[in-house]
C-alpha cells in the first residue's frame, strides 16, 4: 500500500511551491524543540521551474547570499509514505493514528541535509526512528556517534527529534517509524524532515536536448549545495566518522560550485580553510594547488594568490624533492588500479599518475605567476615541469594505464605519437576508461577532451553519473559501477568496499557538472576572471543543441547553440571579451553567418567551427545558415561496454556430497584461525594470498569474514596466481551460518593490469550457503566485499 502526500511536488512548479510554503509556515512557531538556525529567509520563490534538478527549493532565490551567512532550514514533507502491516496505521495526510506495532516507511523523493521530526500529544510505547540514503536503515562503521542509523527519538514537549550526532543533520532520503510496543492507539502529525541549507544562488545552468545530461548537470550542483557548511566545503553527508574537509576532495568540488553558483567568496573561504592541510596524502597537496589555480582563473584574485604563495611554493618544492624518490603516496584513488586507496597506494600506476600530477600543477601555477608580474618564481616552476617532461620521455608511457595516461594530457603533453597511441588503446575501451570513483573520473574526462575524445567522454558520463541516477540516486556516489543496475534493485544498499561504508552524497563526484560546463557548453577562461574567454561548444550527430550561463565576477557569460536551426544566442557582460567562438558546423558547410540580422565575415574556419573574433559586451543574436553536409563528422563512439569473464553463474544447490564433487584439482578452505587453513594447490596454481580478511568460527562452519564495522575493511581480496594459462572452472562459497542476512558483492580483476574482468556479482540469501562459479583464463584479484548483514563470509574455495 502506497499513500502520497503532495506537499512538495518533483516539477518545482509555481502552485506547488506556494503550497510548501505555506506549509512551511504553518509549521513555525508550533515546533517544540530548538531549532539550530532559522528558516529560509532573505529572499523568495521565483516561478521559474528547472525540470531537472533534485533540488526541492532551486526556485528560491536569496537577495544577496555570502560565504559568512548562517545556515537555514526549511521542512519537507513525505512524498510516499508505505505502512507496514497497512492495519497498524491509518494514515490521512500528514495526521497518522497507530494502531498497532508495525513500520512505517516515509520517501522524501531525493537525499537531504536534514532530521527528523514528528509531534504527538499521546505517544505510547516503545518508538525507534531510521533514516538512510537508501531504502533500507542505514548502517555504518565504527566511529561514528551513532553507526546504526536507528534510536529512540528525544523528547521536546510534543515534538519528537531524532539525535543522530551533535551537528543533528544527516544523509537522508528515507526514514522509517518503527512501533515496537503497543498498548492503545495513538497519534502522530507531520512527520517532516527539517533542512539544513547555505544560501547560494543557481547563477550557471545547462541544457541541452539530452535530458539525462541536464539531470546530470543539476544533480552535481545539488550535491555540492548540500555539503556547502557553514564555513567551509563538507565531505559527505552520512555520519560516518570522516565528516571533516578533505583538502584534494575540495578540488572538483570547488570547480562545480563555481560553475552552478559562481559563490567566489565561499570557495575563497574553502581554499583558506583547507590551507594547513594536506590530510597526509601527497596528491591531495597538488589537487590543493590547482583549486588555487583554478579559482584564480575563474575570479582574476590576484590578492588570494598572492597571499597563498609561500604555502603554495612549499607544496609544490615539496613535490620537487621527493620526486624521484617518492614518498608513501598515501592515496590517489579507490579504484583498483590506483591501488585500491589505502591499500596499496603506492602501485607504479599511482606513481605514475602522482608525477604528471605534480607537473601540471608546476605548469599552470607558473602561467598564473606570469600573468602577475612574477617572473623569477614563474620561470623557476615552468623549468621544473618542463625538467621532468624530459625525464618522463615518451618511450616511458608504454606501461601507462587510463589513470596516469589522463595526467599526462592535462599536463599539457598530448603531442607526442605515444601519448596518442595510448588514448587510441584506453580512451576508447569503454570498460577500461571507467574508474571506480567518480573523483577520479573527474580527471580522466579532462584528460580525454584535451586528447579529443569528446564523444568517448559523453559516454563515459553517461555511464558514470547516468548510472547514478539509473540506480536512484539524486545527489552523486563516492564510487560507482555500472554493473550494480543490473546487480542491485534501485535505491537499495550499494556495495560497501575499499572506502568503507559507501557515501551517496559525495561533492568529490560533482566535478562534471563543471565539464559539461567547460566542454559542452564550452565556455572557459582564456585570462583571470573571465575578461577574455573562450565559447566553443561541442555538438555531435546526437546533441544537436546547448544552452547555459556561466557565472563570472563581471556577470554572467549566457551561450545558446542550434545546430539544426542555426540559431545562436551569447550574452557577453560589460568588461569582457570573447576573445573566440566557435559556430558548430555539426556535419555540414557554413554559406553565411549573420549577427543581429547583418551578414559577417568569419574569421576562419576548421572541420569542426566556423570562428567569430573579439566580440565586445553585448547581445548577440546569430544565424548560421548551413550549407551541404560535409563527410566524416558523425558520433563516433561505438564502443560496448563488455566483460573478460561473463561465465559466472550462482547456485544454492546443497547435500552432503555438493562439495565431494568440487575441487578435484584443489581447494582452499577457512579453518579457525589463519594457521589452521586448508590449501590444496593445483599444479597450475602459482600461489594463492588472501589478504585484509579474518577468520570467523561458528559451531561446525569457519569462513573469511570482512573486519566490519571497522573503518574501510569492509572488504577483503584474493589473489590467484596461475603458471599454465590453461581454464578452469573456480567456485566460491559463501556462508551465513547465524542466519544474519549476509549479503555481499564479488568483483573479479585480472591479478596483474588490476583490469575489472566481470560485472559486479550480488550473492543474498546464503543462509544454506551459496555457489558462484567462474571460468577462468587467467591469473586473478576476486575482491569480496560486505553489502549488508555483519559481514561477508566466504568459507572457501574450489579448483575444478
Same mark, same amino acid.
Given at each position: 500500500?502506497?499513500?502520497?502526500?503532495?506537499?512538495?511536488?518533483?516539477?518545482?512548479?509555481?502552485?506547488?511551491?506556494?503550497?510548501?510554503?505555506?506549509?512551511?509556515?504553518?509549521?513555525?512557531?508550533?515546533?517544540?524543540? @530548538?531549532?539550530?538556525?532559522?528558516?529560509?529567509?532573505?529572499?523568495?520563490?521565483?516561478?521559474?521551474?528547472?525540470?531537472?534538478?533534485?533540488?526541492?527549493?532551486?526556485?528560491?532565490?536569496?537577495?544577496?547570499?555570502?560565504?559568512?551567512?548562517?545556515?537555514?532550514?526549511?521542512?519537507?514533507?513525505?512524498?510516499?509514505?508505505?505502512?507496514?502491516?497497512?492495519?497498524?496505521?491509518?494514515?490521512?495526510?500528514?495526521?497518522?493514528?497507530?494502531?498497532?506495532?508495525?513500520?512505517?516507511?516515509?520517501?522524501?523523493?531525493?537525499?537531504?541535509?536534514?532530521?527528523?521530526?514528528?509531534?504527538?500529544?499521546?505517544?505510547?510505547?516503545?518508538?525507534?526512528?531510521?533514516?538512510?540514503?537508501?531504502?533500507?536503515?542505514?548502517?555504518?562503521?565504527?566511529?561514528?556517534?551513532?553507526?546504526?542509523?536507528?534510536?529512540?527519538?528525544?523528547?521536546?514537549?510534543?515534538?519528537?527529534?531524532?539525535?543522530?550526532?551533535?551537528?543533528?543533520?544527516?544523509?537522508?532520503?528515507?526514514?522509517?517509524?518503527?512501533?515496537?510496543?503497543?498498548?492503545?492507539?495513538?497519534?502522530?502529525?507531520?512527520?517532516?524532515?527539517?533542512?539544513?541549507?547555505?544560501?547560494?544562488?543557481?547563477?550557471?545552468?545547462?541544457?541541452?536536448?539530452?535530458?539525462?545530461?541536464?539531470?546530470?548537470?543539476?544533480?552535481?550542483?545539488?550535491?555540492?549545495?548540500?555539503?556547502?557548511?557553514?564555513?567551509?566545503?563538507?565531505?559527505?553527508?552520512?555520519?560516518?566518522?570522516?565528516?571533516?574537509?578533505?583538502?584534494?576532495?575540495?578540488?572538483?568540488?570547488?570547480?562545480?560550485?563555481?560553475?552552478?553558483?559562481?559563490?567566489?567568496?565561499?570557495?575563497? @573561504?574553502?581554499?583558506?580553510?583547507?590551507?594547513?592541510?594536506?590530510?597526509?596524502?601527497?596528491?591531495?597537496?597538488? =589537487?590543493?594547488?590547482?583549486?588555487?589555480?583554478?579559482?584564480?582563473?575563474?575570479?582574476?584574485?590576484?590578492?588570494?594568490?598572492?597571499?597563498?604563495?609561500?604555502?603554495?611554493?612549499?607544496?609544490?618544492?615539496?613535490?620537487?624533492?621527493?620526486?624521484?624518490?617518492?614518498?608513501?603516496?598515501?592515496?590517489?584513488?579507490?579504484?583498483?588500479?590506483?591501488?585500491?586507496?589505502?591499500?596499496?597506494?603506492?602501485?607504479?600506476?599511482?606513481?605514475?599518475?602522482?608525477?604528471?600530477?605534480?607537473?601540471?600543477?608546476?605548469?599552470?601555477?607558473?602561467?598564473?605567476?606570469?600573468?602577475?608580474?612574477?617572473?623569477?618564481?614563474?620561470?623557476?616552476?615552468?623549468?621544473?615541469?618542463?625538467?621532468?617532461?624530459?625525464?618522463?620521455?615518451?618511450?616511458?608511457?608504454?606501461?601507462?594505464?587510463?589513470?596516469?595516461?589522463?595526467?599526462?594530457?592535462?599536463?599539457?603533453?598530448?603531442?607526442?605519437?605515444?601519448?596518442?597511441?595510448?588514448?587510441?588503446?584506453?580512451?576508447?575501451?569503454?570498460?577500461?576508461?571507467?574508474?571506480?570513483?567518480?573523483?577520479?573520473? =573527474?580527471?580522466?574526462?579532462?584528460?580525454?577532451?584535451?586528447?579529443?575524445?569528446?564523444?568517448?567522454?559523453?559516454?563515459?558520463?553517461?555511464?558514470?553519473?547516468?548510472?547514478?541516477?539509473?540506480?536512484?540516486?539524486?545527489?552523486?556516489?563516492?564510487?560507482?559501477?555500472?554493473?550494480?543496475?543490473?546487480?542491485?534493485?534501485?535505491?537499495?544498499?550499494?556495495?560497501?568496499?575499499?572506502?568503507?561504508?559507501?557515501?551517496?552524497?559525495?561533492?568529490?563526484?560533482?566535478?562534471?557538472?563543471?565539464?559539461?560546463?567547460?566542454?559542452?557548453?564550452?565556455?572557459?577562461?582564456?585570462?583571470?576572471?573571465?575578461?577574455?574567454?573562450?565559447?566553443?561548444?561541442?555538438?555531435?550527430?546526437?546533441?544537436?543543441?546547448? @544552452?547555459?550561463?556561466?557565472?563570472?565576477?563581471?556577470?554572467?557569460?549566457?551561450?545558446?547553440?542550434?545546430?539544426?536551426?542555426?540559431?545562436?544566442?551569447?550574452?557577453?557582460?560589460?568588461?569582457?571579451?570573447?576573445?573566440?567562438?566557435?559556430?558548430?558546423?555539426?556535419?555540414?558547410?557554413? @554559406?553565411?553567418?549573420?549577427?543581429?540580422?547583418?551578414?559577417?565575415?568569419?574569421?576562419?574556419?576548421?572541420?569542426?567551427?566556423?570562428?567569430?573574433?573579439?566580440?565586445?559586451?553585448?547581445?548577440?543574436?546569430?544565424?548560421?545558415?548551413?550549407?551541404?553536409?560535409?563527410?566524416?563528422?558523425?558520433?563516433?563512439?561505438?564502443?560496448?561496454?563488455?566483460?573478460?569473464?561473463?561465465?559466472?553463474?550462482?547456485?544454492?544447490?546443497?547435500?552432503?556430497?555438493?562439495?565431494?564433487?568440487?575441487?578435484?584439482?584443489?581447494?582452499?578452505?577457512?579453518?579457525?584461525?589463519?594457521?589452521?587453513?586448508?590449501?590444496?594447490?593445483?599444479?597450475?596454481?602459482?600461489?594463492?594470498?588472501?589478504?585484509?580478511?579474518?577468520?570467523?568460527?561458528?559451531?561446525?562452519?569457519?569462513?573469511?569474514?570482512?573486519?566490519?564495522?571497522?573503518?574501510?575493511?569492509?572488504?577483503?581480496?584474493?589473489?590467484?596466481?596461475?603458471?599454465?594459462?590453461?581454464?578452469?572452472?573456480?567456485?566460491?562459497?559463501?556462508?551465513?551460518?547465524?542466519?544474519?542476512?549476509?549479503?555481499?558483492?564479488?568483483?573479479?580483476?585480472?591479478?596483474?593490469?588490476?583490469?575489472?574482468?566481470?560485472?559486479?556479482?550480488?550473492?543474498?540469501?546464503?543462509?544454506?550457503?551459496?555457489?558462484?562459479?567462474?571460468?577462468?583464463?587467467?591469473?586473478?584479484?576476486?575482491?569480496?566485499?560486505?553489502?549488508?548483514?555483519?559481514?561477508?563470509?566466504?568459507?572457501?574455495?574450489?579448483?575444478?
Amino acid at each position: 500500500m502506497h499513500i502520497s502526500v503532495k506537499m512538495l511536488e518533483r516539477a518545482n512548479a509555481f502552485n506547488h511551491l506556494l503550497a510548501f510554503v505555506l506549509c512551511l509556515c504553518s509549521l513555525q512557531g508550533k515546533g517544540q524543540a @530548538k531549532e539550530p538556525y532559522l528558516p529560509l529567509h532573505g529572499g523568495e520563490f521565483k516561478q521559474k521551474s528547472v525540470r531537472n534538478s533534485p533540488d526541492p527549493i532551486i526556485n528560491y532565490q536569496w537577495k544577496s547570499p555570502g560565504a559568512d551567512d548562517s545556515l537555514q532550514i526549511y521542512t519537507l514533507f513525505p512524498r510516499q509514505i508505505t505502512p507496514g502491516p497497512s492495519n497498524a496505521f491509518q494514515i490521512a495526510d500528514s495526521n497518522i493514528t497507530v494502531s498497532g506495532t508495525g513500520d512505517l516507511q516515509f520517501d522524501f523523493g531525493q537525499v537531504n541535509a536534514g532530521w527528523i521530526e514528528f509531534d504527538s500529544e499521546d505517544l505510547n510505547g516503545d518508538v525507534q526512528v531510521s533514516i538512510s540514503e537508501y531504502n533500507e536503515p542505514a548502517i555504518l562503521n565504527a566511529g561514528a556517534q551513532h553507526p546504526v542509523k536507528t534510536l529512540k527519538p528525544l523528547r521536546y514537549g510534543n515534538t519528537y527529534r531524532l539525535e543522530l550526532n551533535q551537528q543533528l543533520y544527516e544523509g537522508v532520503r528515507f526514514a522509517w517509524l518503527h512501533v515496537k510496543t503497543f498498548s492503545k492507539p495513538w497519534k502522530l502529525t507531520n512527520f517532516r524532515l527539517v533542512c539544513q541549507i547555505k544560501p547560494v544562488n543557481y547563477l550557471g545552468s545547462f541544457s541541452c536536448n539530452d535530458t539525462l545530461l541536464n539531470r546530470i548537470w543539476y544533480t552535481g550542483a545539488y550535491t555540492v549545495k548540500l555539503n556547502l557548511l557553514q564555513d567551509y566545503l563538507g565531505a559527505i553527508l552520512m555520519e560516518r566518522s570522516d565528516r571533516h574537509s578533505w583538502t584534494g576532495d575540495a578540488y572538483p568540488s570547488q570547480a562545480a560550485s563555481l560553475a552552478a553558483f559562481g559563490n567566489f567568496d565561499f570557495v575563497k @573561504k574553502n581554499i583558506a580553510f583547507t590551507a594547513p592541510q594536506d590530510n597526509g596524502i601527497a596528491a591531495y597537496s597538488m =589537487y590543493w594547488v590547482l583549486g588555487l589555480v583554478d579559482y584564480f582563473r575563474y575570479t582574476g584574485d590576484t590578492e588570494l594568490l598572492k597571499a597563498y604563495l609561500d604555502n603554495a611554493a612549499r607544496r609544490l618544492d615539496a613535490a620537487y624533492a621527493h620526486f624521484d624518490q617518492l614518498p608513501d603516496l598515501a592515496f590517489m584513488g579507490w579504484d583498483e588500479r590506483l591501488g585500491a586507496g589505502f591499500e596499496r597506494p603506492n602501485l607504479p600506476e599511482s606513481q605514475r599518475a602522482y608525477r604528471w600530477l605534480c607537473i601540471n600543477a608546476w605548469s599552470k601555477f607558473a602561467e598564473c605567476l606570469s600573468v602577475i608580474g612574477n617572473k623569477a618564481l614563474s620561470d623557476k616552476y615552468r623549468r621544473y615541469a618542463e625538467a621532468k617532461k624530459k625525464q618522463l620521455s615518451g618511450e616511458q608511457l608504454s606501461g601507462y594505464g587510463v589513470h596516469a595516461l589522463a595526467e599526462v594530457f592535462n599536463a599539457g603533453n598530448d603531442s607526442t605519437a605515444a601519448a596518442m597511441q595510448l588514448a587510441l588503446k584506453w580512451f576508447k575501451d569503454r570498460n577500461a576508461r571507467l574508474s571506480y570513483s567518480p573523483f577520479n573520473q =573527474y580527471f580522466i574526462l579532462q584528460g580525454m577532451g584535451k586528447a579529443g575524445y569528446q564523444e568517448e567522454a559523453l559516454t563515459t558520463v553517461r555511464d558514470q553519473w547516468g548510472g547514478q541516477l539509473m540506480y536512484g540516486g539524486t545527489t552523486f556516489f563516492e564510487v560507482f559501477r555500472p554493473s550494480w543496475n543490473t546487480a542491485l534493485a534501485p535505491n537499495s544498499a550499494p556495495v560497501n568496499n575499499q572506502c568503507g561504508y559507501t557515501s551517496l552524497t559525495h561533492p568529490w563526484g560533482a566535478g562534471v557538472t563543471r565539464w559539461l560546463s567547460d566542454e559542452i557548453l564550452g565556455v572557459r577562461p582564456l585570462s583571470p576572471g573571465f575578461k577574455t574567454f573562450s565559447i566553443i561548444p561541442f555538438l555531435n550527430k546526437s546533441l544537436t543543441w546547448v @544552452k547555459g550561463d556561466v557565472p563570472t565576477p563581471s556577470g554572467v557569460i549566457s551561450a545558446s547553440f542550434n545546430s539544426k536551426t542555426g540559431d545562436c544566442e551569447v550574452h557577453i557582460p560589460t568588461g569582457t571579451t570573447a576573445t573566440k567562438v566557435g559556430l558548430p558546423k555539426n556535419g555540414r558547410s557554413v @554559406k553565411k553567418v549573420t549577427v543581429n540580422s547583418s551578414p559577417v565575415k568569419i574569421a576562419g574556419e576548421d572541420a569542426q567551427y566556423a570562428y567569430l573574433l573579439d566580440l565586445s559586451p553585448g547581445d548577440y543574436r546569430i544565424r548560421i545558415h548551413y550549407g551541404k553536409p560535409t563527410p566524416g563528422v558523425t558520433d563516433t563512439d561505438k564502443s560496448k561496454l563488455e566483460y573478460a569473464l561473463t561465465a559466472l553463474a550462482a547456485d544454492s544447490t546443497s547435500g552432503p556430497d555438493r562439495q565431494s564433487r568440487l575441487g578435484k584439482d584443489g581447494r582452499f578452505l577457512a579453518g579457525r584461525s589463519m594457521s589452521e587453513n586448508i590449501l590444496e594447490k593445483p599444479a597450475y596454481i602459482d600461489s594463492l594470498r588472501i589478504d585484509r580478511a579474518v577468520n570467523q568460527t561458528w559451531k561446525t562452519t569457519s569462513a573469511f569474514v570482512t573486519q566490519d564495522p571497522k573503518p574501510t575493511l569492509q572488504t577483503f581480496t584474493l589473489d590467484i596466481f596461475q603458471s599454465d594459462p590453461r581454464p578452469y572452472d573456480l567456485t566460491l562459497y559463501f556462508v551465513d551460518p547465524d542466519r544474519k542476512q549476509r549479503r555481499s558483492a564479488i568483483e573479479v580483476f585480472d591479478a596483474h593490469t588490476l583490469e575489472l574482468l566481470s560485472p559486479v556479482q550480488v550473492i543474498d540469501h546464503y543462509q544454506n550457503g551459496k555457489y558462484l562459479r567462474l571460468k577462468v583464463d587467467r591469473s586473478v584479484r576476486v575482491r569480496i566485499n560486505h553489502v549488508r548483514g555483519p559481514n561477508a563470509a566466504l568459507a572457501g574455495i574450489f579448483f575444478d
